[in-house]
């Protein structure tokens, strides 16, 4: 089946972490960049990272550089996100996908709240 399934979201204050994952099946994942997005309330989904096959290149978008990291495992068939020093306005629904979007159906995404 061809699917995603985010998780790991959750409740966090200014300043804490959390790591999400992302299981991918249905295609051979390792031949696919790998992408986070994000959709906040109100606002169009935008990307937050990126990461090349093999992990051997990443790319961040400017608001999350230096405090989040992409990964992925692919024995796992699982891309991650690390996300420190968490921000009020990195609130939103995260989800995972090729760079394009199209790749995978959209999964349900993962909800990170961050209190002030």
């Known amino acids: 089946q061809v699917q995603l399934a985010e998780s790991g979201g959750g409740l966090v204050q200014a300043g804490g972490s959390l790591r999400l994952s992302c299981a991918a099946s249905g295609h051979t994942f390792s031949s696919y960049y790998m992408a986070w997005f994000r959709q906040a309330p109100g606002k169009e989904r935008e990307f937050v990272a990126r990461i090349s096959q093999y992990g051997t290149s990443t790319y961040y978008a400017d608001s999350v550089k230096g405090r989040f990291t992409i990964s992925r495992d692919n024995a796992k068939n699982t891309l991650y996100l690390q996300m420190n020093s968490l921000k009020p306005e990195d609130t939103a629904v995260y989800y995972c996908?090729?760079?394009?979007?199209?790749?995978?159906?959209w999964g349900q995404g993962t909800q990170v709240t961050v209190s002030s």
């Open positions: 996908n090729d760079p394009s979007g199209i790749a995978w159906p």
